[in-house]
């Protein structure tokens, strides 16, 4: 998976220019107490974390992809120096590392859940986190969120997008895998440099898989885990059918 985060990190931020990370940040910090120590898994570029450092919380970042992880502390050398303190970018799978660190929560955004398309990944996720929690301790993620997934259906989709540097389009062509739960998209990419006119083209296949409470609650049971809450995505209120993205919460015992 690493070799296409590589090639997705360089164009990652314009691509996600107009994502609220501050909002989402602030969210998922209502859940969790003052000053807590996270543990993000999967941090990308760390633009969560940044928001989190901000908000006085101190955190870990752990990513596949040593590319998007030069564009992280390329971000927190230009912190100010008290919120950077608060931020460590590290190398590693999320299904396997350890940290030899105990931490008050372990968070996972941006779909990072979705990603993990067997059950056997989904098994060592929810072991990563079990490792670095104490008891109390919280893991919270989001994912696409099953039953709106299935009613309304993934499409084609083009975007297109431009910074001073360079011009970009995405063209997304997706397949519902049903009797795998899981959505495959084939992404195609062309960027062309403004200065000269190069062009470069990229392909990318992304496996999404999309997930259900009661499997959740199933792998929550596999483990020393209680009090599974599910939101809606920056909501409140339980998901719907018209919600694509979810937000879960499980504690440990």
Request: with cysteine; net charge negative; hydrophobic share 45%.
């Amino acid at each position: 998976m690493s070799a296409v985060f590589d090639a997705y990190a360089r164009y990652y931020d314009l691509l996600y220019q107009d994502k609220d990370y501050a909002a989402e940040a602030a969210y998922v910090a209502s859940h969790l107490p003052a000053g807590a120590r996270i543990l993000e898994l999967g941090c990308g570029t760390g633009a969560h974390a940044e928001h989190f450092a901000r908000m006085g919380f101190a955190v870990d970042g752990i990513d596949l992809s040593e590319t998007m992880l030069e564009r992280a502390r390329a971000r927190q050398a230009g912190l100010p120096p008290a919120v950077a303190a608060r931020l460590a970018f590290s190398h590693g799978d999320i299904r396997s590392v350890r940290t030899g660190k105990s931490y008050d929560a372990v968070v996972s955004l941006f779909h990072v859940m979705s990603y993990q398309t067997g059950n056997d990944d989904l098994q060592a996720v929810f072991a990563t986190a079990a490792a670095h929690l104490s008891s109390g301790g919280s893991f919270l993620f989001d994912y696409w969120y099953g039953p709106a997934v299935l009613a309304q259906r993934p499409e084609p989709r083009t975007r297109l997008l431009e910074d001073e540097l360079i011009r970009v389009t995405r063209h997304a062509q997706p397949e519902l895998r049903a009797n795998e739960d899981v959505v495959e998209v084939q992404y195609r990419v062309q960027i062309v440099v403004k200065a000269g006119g190069a062009t470069e083209e990229v392909r990318e296949t992304h496996r999404m898989r999309y997930l259900f409470e009661p499997e959740l609650a199933l792998f929550a049971s596999a483990g020393d885990w209680t009090g599974l809450r599910t939101r809606a995505w920056l909501k409140a209120a339980p998901p719907g059918l018209e919600d694509w993205s979810a937000f879960s919460r499980v504690s440990r015992r």
